[in-house]
Antibody, heavy 121, light 110 residues
Framework: QITLKESGPTLVKPTQTLTLTCTFS??????????VGWIRQPPGKALEWLAL???????RYSPSLKSRVTITKDTSKNQVVLTMTNMDPEDTATYHC?????????????WGQGTLVTVSS | EIVLTQSPGTLSLSPGERATLSCRAS???????LAWYQQKPGQAPRLLIF???RRATGIPDRFSGSGSGTDFTLTIYNLEPEDFAVYYC???????????FGPGTTVDIK
């Protein structure tokens, strides 16, 4: 059974850097054809994809956030870390990590429960 | 850059009815890399359909996906009370922006 769980601060100040950790189990991020993505959802709004890291350490970023977002992995710890710089109140959202794999054509399944991050001074 | 548009924004139906949700892409979705998700309040999204028409593991057969190119449809037959939720489509491509979600369709109880 694959599970993912997000952790990190619930409140950050404007201009600060956000660091979120996704801790997963049930799969290996060193296995071919596997990835972990980050997706966020502002309250009452739609989903927005942020970044994805592949098993081979290749990375993809949303063009609109590429200058602010970094994704890394620690395969030995079964963790993926997302950092986002220069946080703004508009970045207030629930941040989800999710498992992806080639066999389901890079759809996201399953998802972590998400963590709500509020950006406020 | 591919943009996904979903219609209608809200669909009001009764249990037992059929729901037809549309997802339209601004450019052709290569390889039919199109997925559908269901999200209930306070929950994470759940994968329903991938590859435009393939049901994910454990998804009831009342959920059916179809379409290709730029026009895709999610049909929910015989709506059950637990099917009232928000539905998102998502595409994957080999060029930026790589992953795109649609704005969602809410299926609520009439």
């Amino acid at each position: 059974q694959i599970t993912l769980k997000e952790s990190g601060p619930t409140l950050v100040k404007p201009t600060q850097t956000l660091t979120l950790t996704c801790t997963f189990s049930g799969f290996s991020l060193s296995a071919s054809g596997v990835g972990v993505g980050w997706i966020r959802q502002p309250p009452g709004k739609a989903l927005e994809w942020l970044a994805l890291i592949y098993w081979d350490d290749d990375k993809r970023y949303s063009p609109s956030l590429k200058s602010r977002v970094t994704i890394t992995k620690d395969t030995s710890k079964n963790q993926v870390v997302l950092t986002m710089t220069n946080m703004d109140p508009e970045d207030t959202a629930t941040y989800h990590c999710a498992h992806a794999k080639y066999q389901v054509l890079w759809s996201f399944d399953p998802w972590g429960q998400g963590t709500l991050v509020t950006v406020s001074s | 850059e591919i943009v996904l548009t979903q219609s209608p924004g809200t669909l009001s139906l009764s249990p037992g009815e059929r729901a037809t949700l549309s997802c339209r892409a601004s450019q052709s979705v290569g390889g039919n890399y199109l997925a559908w998700y269901q999200q209930k309040p306070g929950q994470a999204p759940r994968l329903l359909i991938f590859g435009a028409s393939r049901r994910a593991t454990g998804i009831p057969d009342r959920f059916s996906g179809s379409g290709s190119g730029t026009d895709f449809t999610l049909t929910i037959y015989n709506l059950e009370p637990e099917d009232f939720a928000v539905y998102y489509c998502q595409q994957y491509g080999s060029s930026p922006p790589f992953f795109t979600f649609g704005p969602g369709t809410t299926v609520d109880i009439k």
